[in-house]
């Protein structure tokens, strides 16, 4: 583990070292202050092309849910 690392506090919304809150708290590491300050950013990127990603769609036809659309099947 590097001594250079930073973890962005989901409580405190700010970027924090190695002697801040507890981790479940907290999103990291990462390598730098700058991209710890990004970790929401990032997260909400990475939400939407998962999202929409036919390989992790589970709205996709053959679901099995029923629901494309947020109405059942009639």
Known sequence: ????E???CLTHHTVEGRDGCR???RLGPYATSAEASRALEKVEERNE???NDPKWNDDGPGSGDGI????PDS
């Open 49 to 51: 092309e998962w999202d």
């Open 23 to 25: 981790n479940s708290d």
């Open 6 to 8: 930073y973890w962005f």
């Open 1 to 4: 583990m590097s001594e250079n």
């Open 68 to 71: 494309t659309d947020g109405t």
